[in-house]
Structures are given as structure tokens and as C-alpha cells.
């Protein structure tokens, strides 16, 4: 007869902590939803120009001013840039060797290759008539060069950073948080693959971008191109 007394208080004890466990995950849920949501993104806003004219918008706007190429490959974007915006000085950031983990592109060569397109493109570049002076090599990481630029003094602080090279996630979030702070006032940070495709581990540029500006309260641009359109961000002050 003992029996059902204990039973009635251990299942009321249950019940009492059934309840409790509920109002603990519902608080955490609340704690979390409330102070870790990041403010709702504006929609990009679409510039009336494609990524090739983006060295003539730079020519109309900065004229004679330092920028920067993350990630120069072939040197296809670095000619363009040198051919339409004439009074620009451009550093060109890439280490030139191949990364064994974290970037599965075929831009990914193997050492000997991506050394041989370093020399093609100094050498094609040296030959250039009007280019001496206009151009720079750093054969280093992105994310290491800002802090040599300062170190070092290499000059003014750029105008313009591009980034396009290693596509994930992680790799963009590093060059954005290492090179905002470098940038001018009044200057333009943009970048290539701008895309939805892959999960974040291959192409994750669009999920770094788009965080990274509501983190800090930035419109963000993107060029009219249909299908892979390039993203801009300016920084506030100076003058353009």
C-alpha cells in the first residue's frame, strides 16, 4: 500500500522536470533567435555597367591611384584593368603555387604550371609598351599582404581591391576582413563569383559577401552581367 504514494511523487517529480526542460529549451531558443539574427539584408542594387567596364568606371572615378588584384592567374582581368584604366597602378597578389586543400578549381594548377604562367605573364607584361611602372608582383597569400603593405610602406593605402581568387567561404571571409580595413575611404572593394553554385566549400563567395556587408551595414552592388555578375562595395569618405 506504500507503494502508490511513491509512485504518484515520482511521477509528478517527472512531469516537474518535463515541464522545467521545455521552459530552458524554449529561453535558450528565444536567447538565440533574438540576439544572434543578423539584420535583414537589403537586395543588391544593379549598376548600369558590365565587369569588363568596370577599369573605365575606375578611370572616371579614381584616376591616378593604387589598387589591388587578389588572385591573378593568366592575368586576363589584370590586362583588361591596365588597358581601361590607364592612370591606375596595380599590385598583382598570387602566390603562384598550387593549394593541396581547400580549393578544387581548375585554376588550381600544380607548381610548375603556375610557375610557368607567372613568367609568360611578367614577360608579356616587361615587353608592353606603356605598362613599366603601372604594375607590381607579390608572390604572396592574400590574407598576408596587408599587413607587409604597412609594414613595409609599399604607399598609399589602395582605392581598389578586387578579389578573385580562392572561391570558398573561408578564403573569401579572410581577404574581406583582411582587406576592408587597408582600403581607402571612398574606395571600391569588389570580386568575381558572385554564384550560387556549390555548397560553400568550393564556391562561397556569395554567402561571405552577403554576410559581410550586412556585418557591416553596407549596400551592396552588383554589375548587370546575366549570369555571373560581379559584386561592389564602397567605403564611406574620401572623395570620388
Not at 1 to 23: D, I, N, S
Not at 147 to 174: C, I, M
Request: charge should be negative.
Amino acid at each position: 500500500m506504500a507503494e502508490a504514494p511513491v509512485a504518484h511523487r515520482l511521477f509528478a517529480l517527472c512531469a516537474l522536470l518535463k515541464l522545467l526542460t521545455q521552459g530552458v529549451e524554449a529561453t535558450v531558443e528565444g536567447a538565440f533567435s533574438n540576439s544572434w539574427a543578423l539584420p535583414i539584408q537589403p537586395p543588391p542594387k544593379v549598376v548600369d555597367f558590365s565587369e569588363r567596364l568596370l577599369g573605365n568606371f575606375l578611370e572616371n572615378n579614381y584616376g591616378n591611384a593604387f589598387g589591388v588584384i587578389l588572385g591573378v592567374g593568366n592575368g586576363r582581368r589584370a590586362l583588361e584593368l591596365l588597358e581601361t584604366w590607364p592612370h591606375g597602378v596595380l599590385f598583382l597578389v598570387d602566390p603562384y603555387i598550387h593549394l593541396r586543400r581547400g580549393y578544387e578549381r581548375p585554376e588550381n594548377l600544380q607548381d610548375d604550371a603556375h610557375q610557368r604562367q607567372y613568367e609568360d605573364l611578367r614577360n608579356y607584361l616587361y615587353d608592353a609598351p606603356g605598362l613599366q611602372g603601372r604594375y607590381s608582383f607579390a608572390r604572396e597569400f592574400s590574407f598576408a599582404v596587408p599587413h607587409a603593405w604597412r609594414e613595409k610602406q609599399w604607399g598609399p593605402d589602395p582605392r581598389f581591391v578586387l578579389l578573385d581568387a580562392n572561391p570558398s567561404y573561408g578564403a573569401t571571409r579572410t581577404d574581406l576582413l583582411a582587406w576592408w580595413p587597408m582600403l581607402a575611404e571612398g574606395g571600391m572593394m569588389a570580386g568575381t563569383n558572385y554564384s550560387t553554385l556549390g555548397d560553400g566549400s568550393v564556391v562561397g563567395v556569395r554567402r561571405a559577401v552577403d554576410e559581410f556587408a550586412v556585418q557591416q551595414g553596407l549596400q551592396l552592388f552588383i554589375t548587370n552581367d546575366p549570369q555571373e555578375p560581379a559584386w561592389i562595395l564602397l567605403k564611406e569618405g574620401g572623395n570620388r
